[in-house]
């Protein structure tokens, strides 16, 4: 699914990721996990494309393509989501226009053809459910005035409609409660499949109680310090970050 | 008659002094005294004041060599000869009356069928030559608060027009579109309205501004509006004029006591745009609102000048006017409110934001409040910002293509005042012709 060789990027003069190797196979969820400034959003925001991350060495592989050739909405219609850590407020743009567009987006992509509005409408409700997310949510500003919590579910119910086989959430947990946390996992849970892969950025253990990942990736300083199963952050959680940071300069 | 010599004149002026002397004996009003007189009185005043300069404050942000370097001409036979059925906005069900280059067209202007019985409606020129004597001296009664040359042109020189009464207490079943249809090479069309709003009464008003053809054209309207009591009246200006087109555009405005008054002006198309948008809360309880949106690229220069004025007692006013400058286009706001001694308990508002999509672009925005009550709320802001680059980059990475994301955005900027525009029909179009103006300027290829 996704293949990061060497990589190398530089956030305002200032190299943040200091060579990143990573193996994502279809079908399995992965955590990366660090220390604050450990270049763990960096990382999320790279893969989706964002301006003024430069990458300046190494690769990345999606589905036998090189993602860094490819524009932020080429990749997004090829399947890479991006779950914001800081959902964007859009005054003046219908959260459902947005919904239609993207949606459309893709499957134009595809060579699908566009929902009509029945259809649109059904599926929406559908997902809508899923997040537990009010039907007058979808006709209000993109994001905006929503709490922390109805932006997040908000962003899962993006990815709920759009199916996309990369999801990428990044610190997702970000500012919830634990019931809005149980409701983010449920939705992601659900879009569990052998298809579909999930790399989960987070600082914090909790979020994987409720989404149990298969690989966990400690990331510190730009680079992957250490990978282990599930187990691994327990012992994090245990012992804390300085620790592992110790293990590996030692080891 | 001239009552200067022309050494003495102002500059500029001499040409449009001429055509009065050549075309006054076919303007609307020629065979009435007063007209006759009220007309050689402005043209005088026009002689001895002139165009306006940046030397004025009212101006300083507005070159008007491109106006005032060419001779326009006084249209009052054979104008423009478009179909207006092309310019109908889908869906919009109106009262429609026409004016070519100014001159009221009186065929496809119904103008007995229109408000369904409940307006009474003239001509300018049979209202002046054949009406009653009494009512002549309200006519540009309230034209020409805050004067300028374009008014006095205007006063000398105006062409064509419709004077429209609502009577007391009737509610008009669907909106009057005015549509001014700009066309013959230089022509300078003078319209010239006055509607007044009885008593507890309801309309809608719509001017259009729209161009037949790609030559250079100057309007200098002047409409003024009169609401009595309780009466309410929601006017839009909407300017779709072709990229050669000159305007400047008058609107004056008297409420009375519990009248509710509300314009948007939409500003999509013309070289050189000027409204000039003053309301009057004269009577108690009385409000206004003054909505702008503007969207311009190239050269396009809009200069929104508005004046609200507090007169009486707990009025309230809200005025925000939102605008997108793409490659070397220019804005102009200047918002001046004043409230008089016996305005207290006024609650004013006005806010200008500006979008800045080119390096090039400027906007020169400048509140200007003089309060003279001591238990008022007025309250004013600018903002200027540049295109989100965070929400450019959320929607993209939704799928969304720069281009679209750009047009999105830009459109989301001004429609919470295209959100004020209650004729359905109308905002849509509006939003239609902004979407197709977002995207063709993406693929003009002088984009900076």
Redesign the interface.
């Known amino acids: 699914m996704l293949s990061i060789q060497g990589l190398k990027a530089v956030v305002q003069g200032k190299e943040i990721l200091k060579g990143i190797d990573l193996e994502v196979g279809a079908g399995e969820i992965h955590a990366i996990m660090g220390p604050n400034g450990a270049g763990k959003s960096t990382l999320a925001n790279v893969l989706?494309?964002?301006?003024n991350y430069e990458v300046t060495a190494g690769s990345i592989q999606y589905r036998g393509q090189d993602l860094l050739t490819l524009?932020?909405?080429i990749?997004?219609?090829e399947g890479v989501?991006?779950a914001?850590q800081y959902?964007?407020?859009?005054?003046?743009?219908t959260n459902v226009y947005?919904l239609k567009?993207?949606i459309n987006?893709?499957r134009k992509?595809r060579g699908e053809e566009e929902l009509d509005a029945v259809s649109f409408l059904k599926l929406i409700k559908e997902k809508a459910a899923l997040v537990e997310m009010k039907q007058e949510f979808l006709y209000r500003?993109?994001n905006e005035g929503f709490s922390g919590g109805e932006k997040k579910r908000n962003e899962i119910l993006?990815m709920a409609l759009?199916e996309p086989p990369l999801c990428i959430m990044d610190e997702t947990d970000s500012g919830l409660d634990i019931d809005a946390m149980k409701i983010v996992a449920h939705g992601v849970n659900s879009l569990r499949s052998p298809d579909r892969s999930i790399l989960i950025v987070t600082h914090y253990q909790r979020l994987l109680d409720y989404i149990v990942p298969d690989y966990i990736h400690v990331l510190a300083d730009g680079k992957i310090i250490r990978s282990g199963d599930k187990s691994l952050a327990l012992e994090l959680e245990q012992k804390g970050y300085s620790w592992i940071g110790k293990h590996a300069s030692a080891a | 008659m001239q009552a200067l010599p022309d050494h003495l004149l102002a500059p500029g002026t001499g040409h449009y002094i001429e055509q009065f002397g050549q075309l006054n004996h076919c303007l609307p009003g020629n065979r009435d005294q007063w007209s006759r007189d009220q007309r050689k009185t402005s043209l005088a005043r026009f002689g001895k004041i002139g165009f306006p300069t940046q030397k004025d404050e009212d101006w300083r942000y507005t070159p008007l060599r491109p106006i005032t370097g060419k001779s326009f001409d006084l249209v009052t036979d054979d104008p423009v000869a478009a179909d207006a059925g092309k310019f109908g906005i889908p869906d919009l069900d109106s009262y429609r009356v026409i004016f070519r280059d100014g001159v009221l067209d009186p065929n496809p202007s119904d103008l007995d069928q229109l408000g369904g019985g409940h307006i009474e409606v003239q001509p300018v020129s049979s209202f002046l030559d054949d009406g009653p004597e009494a009512r002549k001296s309200g006519f540009g009664e309230i034209i020409g608060a805050e004067e300028h040359g374009f008014t006095a042109l205007n006063s000398a020189l105006f062409n064509g027009g419709v004077v429209m009464t609502l009577q007391a207490g009737a509610v008009v079943d669907k909106p009057i579109e005015l549509i001014f249809i700009s066309g013959r090479k230089l022509a300078m069309a003078q319209p010239r309205n006055r509607i007044v709003v009885e008593r507890g009464s309801k309309m809608q008003v719509v001017e259009r501004y729209v161009s037949a053809g790609p030559h250079p054209t100057l309007t200098n309207s002047a409409t003024e509006i009169v609401l009595d009591e309780g009466a309410e009246a929601d006017y839009y200006i909407i300017q779709t004029q072709a990229k050669a087109a000159y305007q400047v555009c008058g609107v004056w405005v008297r409420q009375a006591a519990a009248s509710r008054f509300s314009c948007r002006t939409v500003t999509l198309g013309g070289a050189l745009v000027r409204n000039n948008l003053c309301a009057e809360l004269g009577g108690a309880d009385a409000h206004c609102d003054m909505y702008g949106a503007y969207s311009l690229s190239g050269r396009q220069h809009v200069d929104n000048h508005t004046t609200m004025i507090h007169a009486a007692r707990n009025c309230t006013s809200n005025e925000l006017y939102k605008g997108v400058l793409d490659q070397r286009s220019r804005g102009v706001f200047r918002g001046r409110i004043k409230v008089e001694p016996d305005a207290q308990k006024t609650d004013a508002q006005q806010a200008n934001n500006t979008l800045i999509l080119s390096r090039d672009a400027e906007i020169d925005t400048k509140p200007q409040l003089e309060i003279y009550a001591d238990d008022v709320k007025c309250s004013h802001g600018a903002t200027i910002g540049q295109m989100?680059?965070?929400?450019l980059?959320?929607?993209?990475?939704?799928?969304?293509?720069?281009q679209?994301?750009e047009s999105?955005?830009t459109?989301?900027?001004?429609?919470?005042v295209l959100g004020q525009i209650e004729i359905d029909s109308l905002r849509r179009y509006l939003e239609k012709v902004l979407g197709e103006q977002l995207i063709h300027e993406d693929e003009h290829p002088g984009r900076e």
């Not at chain 1, 959902?87 to 743009?93: A, F, L, S």
């Not at chain 2, 989100?388 to 929400?391: E, I, K, N």
Request: overall charge negative; glycine content about 8%.
């Open positions: 989706a494309g964002r301006e524009e932020p909405e990749r997004a219609r989501f991006l914001f959902p964007v407020e859009i005054p003046g743009v947005l567009a993207a987006a893709v992509h500003s993109v993006q759009l | 989100d680059g965070q929400a980059f959320y929607l993209r990475s939704r799928g969304i293509d720069r679209e994301a999105l955005l459109y989301a900027f001004v429609s919470d």
